[in-house]
């Protein structure tokens, strides 16, 4: 790695202002594992790096308000996020991705703010959020903005967020009565970046109603650029019963409306069939509660 | 001092400890350059192995991706804390009566690990094992010894045999 200068200022929007200039080689700096990679790979070689570890505390934070919904600092890590008895009681699915979310000392130290701004497709929380309905709130020096999360992502890399805008805190509508799974496909090792993410939040009629899908958010990762919603496979269950039929439906309209791109995890034409077993596994794991 | 260099001060092992440091160092540059410890040591250099392992204020980072700047102010513990003239623990002990090794380069981050582990869930079953440890590499590939030696490390805590 080459030398940097390493700044570390007190408040998140004193930080943003140090990186208005919009210069390329200044830097935030979070949890920093993924900016430690690219600055070892040198594909990134920053001139400065404006370290958020210092930043007022509530960005840290982890709390559910009135309505249930969780509100989440961007400083949080992944581990404190893996803890919480809050998010394990409003949206059990987060707490279940991150268990085999990279591995214990990357989630030590790897942040939310971080994991959401890096943009990179093959990343397990996104999906997650998106499907759930949560959006972030930003801080820059015009004030800042909300942003649901599904507009966060602009390619491979790349985020809709200007420059000197951080990532403040992400707000993500309580789970219940919502059923939710994220399943993920490695080809490799169990812990190997994913071929394929499928992220399920069904909104289902109880037993007694006939047990219909009213409401269904469908994300998917690591095939696509972006995490991409599924309009059309969402079309397939909405006021649906599920069983095999519609499973196969709403899978072949997943595999024609996906964008999907191969690369080392496997090729567009076997990531479009994993898309089509993975659709219905997901589904079937949220009604089942297990996913 | 210029920018691109501090001093930091912390606590190594139990003892306060200051050293100067181009901020683009990492822990075990920090470690093997100012204190010549050796028990972290960077192999993947990507987050991936384990081998760097090291607690920082108690919880297990990869030294090969955080910045030795940050340790400022901070508790670091390595393998070689009280190593000297003391006896092994549970876990070294259980390590070395399940043959949980061949050349050991990965050891100090398993052993690490497994104190974290066993700290948190005292009784793990063999899956909280296979989780908690799947960011450790060993190329050796003596996976099942290590696994059995976690189960040994526990059962001798319990019986409260060694820390
Ligand atoms: C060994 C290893 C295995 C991994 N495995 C997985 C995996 O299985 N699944 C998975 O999903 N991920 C995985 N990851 C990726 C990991 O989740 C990310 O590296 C991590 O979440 C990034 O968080 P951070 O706080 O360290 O970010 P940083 O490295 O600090 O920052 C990441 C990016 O976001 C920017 N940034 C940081 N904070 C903010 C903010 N508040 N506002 C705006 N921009 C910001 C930075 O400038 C940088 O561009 C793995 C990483 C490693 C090292
Ligand atoms: S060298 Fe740090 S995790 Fe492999
Ligand atoms: S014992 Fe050789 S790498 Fe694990």
Redesign the pocket.
């Known amino acids: 790695m080459t030398p940097f200068e390493l700044l570390e200022p007190r408040t998140?929007r004193e930080a943003a202002a140090l990186l208005a200039s919009g210069d390329a080689t200044v830097?935030?700096?979070?949890?920093?594992?993924?900016?430690?990679?690219?600055m070892k790979m040198g594909v990134l070689r920053p001139t400065r790096l404006v370290s958020?570890r210092a930043v007022e505390k509530q960005y840290s934070g982890i709390g559910a308000g009135a309505d249930g919904a969780l509100r989440i600092g961007?400083?949080a890590?992944?581990s404190a996020l893996e803890r919480s008895p809050v998010i394990r009681n409003e949206a059990p699915v987060i707490a279940r991705t991150l268990r085999?979310?990279?591995?214990v000392r990357?989630?030590n130290?790897?942040?939310?703010?971080?994991?959401?701004?890096?943009?990179?497709p093959?990343?397990?929380?996104?999906p997650v959020l998106i499907a759930l309905g949560a959006s972030v709130t930003?801080v820059d020096a015009a004030g800042g903005r909300t942003i649901p999360l599904e507009k966060l992502y602009s390619g491979y890399l790349e985020?809709s967020?200007g420059r000197g805008?951080?990532?403040?805190e992400v707000s993500v509508p309580r789970q219940a009565p919502r059923r939710a799974a994220y399943l993920k496909c490695t080809t490799r090792s169990a812990?190997?970046?994913?071929a394929l993410g499928v992220a399920v939040v069904l909104d289902t009629l109880r037993e007694t109603e006939g047990a219909a899908v009213r409401e269904a958010r469908i994300v998917i990762s690591a095939a696509t650029d972006t995490p991409t919603r599924l309009a059309k496979a969402e079309a397939v269950l909405r006021g649906a019963r599920v069983d095999d039929a519609v499973l196969q439906r709403a899978g072949d309209a997943a595999a024609s409306e996906a964008s999907v791109i191969g690369d080392a995890h496997g090729s567009a034409a076997y990531k479009r069939e994993l898309l089509r077993v993975y659709l219905a596994r997901a589904v079937r794991a949220a009604l089942a509660g297990e996913g | 001092m210029s920018t691109v260099q501090r001093t930091i001060r912390f606590t190594l092992n139990g003892e306060a400890v200051a050293a100067d440091v181009p901020t683009h160092w990492n822990v075990v540059e920090l470690l093997q350059n100012r204190f010549g410890l050796f028990g972290a040591r960077e192999s993947c250099g990507?987050?991936?192995c384990g081998c760097c392992t090291v607690l920082v204020n108690g919880n297990a980072v990869?030294g090969c991706?955080y910045l030795a700047a940050f340790v400022h102010g901070a508790e670091v513990t390595t393998i070689e804390h009280g190593a000297a003239g003391r006896e092994l623990d549970a876990v070294q002990q259980a390590f070395i009566e399940a043959g949980a090794f061949q050349c050991g380069f990965c050891t100090p981050g398993f052993v690490l690990m497994t104190r974290q582990l066993l700290d948190e869930k005292p009784d793990p079953t063999e899956d909280d094992i296979r989780h908690y440890l799947s960011?450790n590499l060993c190329r050796c590939a003596a996976y099942p010894e290590i696994v059995a030696a976690v189960k040994l490390a526990a059962q001798k805590r319990r019986a409260g045999q060694g820390r």
Request: negative net charge; proline residues 5%; without cysteine.
């Open positions: 998140l830097r935030p700096f979070a949890g920093g594992t993924a900016v430690m990679l690219m958020l961007a400083m890590t992944l085999t979310l990279s591995n990357v989630r130290v790897a942040t939310v703010g971080g994991h959401l701004a890096h943009a990179d093959h990343m397990d929380l996104p930003t985020t967020l805008e951080l990532i403040a812990d190997d970046w994913p | 990507q987050g991936l990869s991706l960011g």
